[in-house]
């Protein structure tokens, strides 16, 4: 059977399950303001919308939290396939939804597989990919995250074409049917897909398939030549870290509370935590409330701007992280969130008052006419996408992905994910009542989380580009404090060399054989 061997493809093409993602966070913001949807479903705001809205993310949790289970007995790919399955299946009860229950229902099952999706694709991009492009390639989730966002809001947008517009009192429910039953297309596409991609390299080897192991490394990193010195090398050092992790006798769970791995996972967590904290939330699940707020032009087609700048401004982080860095996106794009919420919440606050009639029914604040003010305001929403786009967006989810061994890889990355759909509940539930009882109060709120965030990476956040995923323990158990660099070489590079120049003979375990000398200072 074919199997493509070009990291960036295989990366790109599981990335399809950040696209899920995506599709998930758009999939209520173009027909909030159809008549379809609120003639319905009884004109769901405040409360009655935020549960509708957190339906999915309540499923997510759920998904997150068993996510590892699934990906650590059965492999990374099929747990994938398995969020295909879920995704697909509860976009189908979306589409034939009768009532509100019936749509939570959809929701909370497809959320269930975007959180399977979300937890594992971070991991398996990770675990295939070489260590100069690690963040690269799986800033590459993020990316198809914003494509799912984009892609699903300009469906919806279509959709609401329908009939006599978004405005029409009889419009047909096709204008809200069409986008939830579109959506499950790209779950189709990687359900079948990854029936022709390899597994995991260290999953393999977790289950001590060796050989396979070293094929999948060979065909990924060396040409296919299981000789090559930086496969013989990559072989070495995954088959000493996880000769080390068995010989502490300790299972998975009692790992993940050991102190050593505990902070990473507190981290691990504490950054999907910001994530979600930062308000993004708001600017994604809830746009067309800000712009009917703002009262400039038309609310969708406003909204549909920041999808775009989402999209586009993602593309730098994915080109630059590697070479920037982690630590520097998650300090520099936490404080500038601060300063444009700040500035956003103060102009609401000056020139805002109480919706008087004139604004619509969803909302009650509005900033009447003021086009500065207004057109301030919206430009505050954009420059906080941007910023969010080309930060804290791919940097969230690769920085979790990569900090923790292979023993609890799975587990620990399950749980900062969790966090991640923990807050995005939360918030979805919450925003709408805030919106509609604190108005511009609640963006203080969300600068403040931003400034919290910005202290807490500048003091814990050590920076991790250039490292193996088995040397993130020499990043983290160096009792160096976060702000400064651990230097040092490469062990792989240094494994590499040795083995080009012949100071150290490794063979390719091929039929369970595996012949390995190496000197002393090689092993832990």
Request: proline share 5%; glycine share 8%; net charge neutral.
């Amino acid at each position: 059977m074919y199997q493509p061997s070009n990291v960036y493809f295989i990366c790109g093409f599981a990335a399809i399950g950040g696209g899920l993602f995506g599709f998930d966070i758009s999939s209520m913001s173009g027909v909030l303001g159809t008549q379809a949807y609120k003639r319905y479903f009884n004109n769901p705001v405040s409360t009655r919308q935020g549960g509708i809205t957190a339906s999915m993310p309540a499923g997510s949790l759920v998904g997150s939290l068993a996510s590892s289970f699934i990906a650590d007995e059965f492999s990374r790919k099929v747990a994938l396939q398995f969020s295909c399955i879920l995704w697909i299946i509860g976009s189908i009860v979306q589409c034939a939804s009768q009532n509100v229950g019936m749509l939570c229902a959809g929701r909370v099952v497809s959320g269930l597989g975007v959180g399977i999706a979300s937890s594992i694709v971070p991991v398996y991009m990770s675990e295939v990919a070489p260590k100069e492009i690690r963040g690269r390639v799986v800033s590459l989730h993020q990316w198809a995250i914003t494509w799912g966002i984009l892609i699903q809001f300009f469906i919806q947008y279509g959709a609401a074409q329908v009939g006599g517009g978004p405005d029409d009192p009889n419009q047909p429910e096709a204008a809200f049917r069409i986008p939830w039953g579109v959506q499950m297309v790209p779950g189709w596409i990687l359900l079948i897909g990854l029936f022709f991609f390899p597994y995991s390299p260290r999953w393999l080897a977790s289950k001590d398939r060796w050989e396979e192991a070293i094929r999948v490394l060979a065909q990924l990193h060396g040409d296919g030549d299981v000789n090559h010195p930086k496969v013989l090398a990559e072989y070495k050092e995954i088959e000493e870290a996880l000769r080390f992790e068995r010989d502490e006798t300790v299972s998975n769970f009692k790992a993940l509370v050991q102190p050593r791995i505990f902070r990473r996972v507190l981290l691990g967590m504490s950054i999907q935590m910001w994530s979600q904290l930062s308000g993004m939330n708001i600017m994604m699940y809830y746009i067309v409330y800000i712009m009917e707020l703002a009262q400039i032009g038309s609310a969708l087609s406003t909204a549909s701007i920041q999808y775009v700048i989402n999209v586009v401004l993602t593309l730098p982080c994915i080109l630059f992280l590697d070479k920037f860095g982690r630590r520097p996106a998650l300090i520099l794009g936490a404080f500038f969130m601060m300063v444009f919420f700040f500035i956003s919440g103060s102009l609401q606050a000056v020139y805002g008052m109480p919706n008087d009639g004139r604004g619509s029914s969803d909302i009650t604040w509005i900033v009447p006419d003021n086009k500065l003010a207004s057109a301030a305001i919206v430009a505050m929403s954009y420059l906080f996408v941007a910023t969010y786009s080309t930060s804290w967006g791919p940097t969230s989810w690769t920085y979790p992905a990569e900090i923790f061994p292979s023993r609890v890889r799975a587990k620990a990355v399950s749980l900062s994910t969790a966090s991640n759909w923990l807050w995005n509940m939360i918030l979805a539930f919450a925003v709408p009542p805030l919106l509609w009882h604190i108005n511009w109060k609640m963006y203080m709120i969300f600068a403040a989380f931003n400034g919290a965030a910005c202290a807490h990476m500048a003091l814990c956040a050590p920076e991790t580009k250039g490292f193996t995923l088995e040397e993130m323990d020499d990043v983290f158990d160096s009792g160096r404090p976060a702000w400064r660099n651990l230097k040092k070489t490469s062990r792989i590079d240094a494994l590499q060399k040795d083995i080009e120049m012949g100071n150290l003979k490794i063979s390719a375990p091929l039929g369970g054989m595996v012949d390995a000398h190496e000197e002393e200072k090689y092993i832990r």
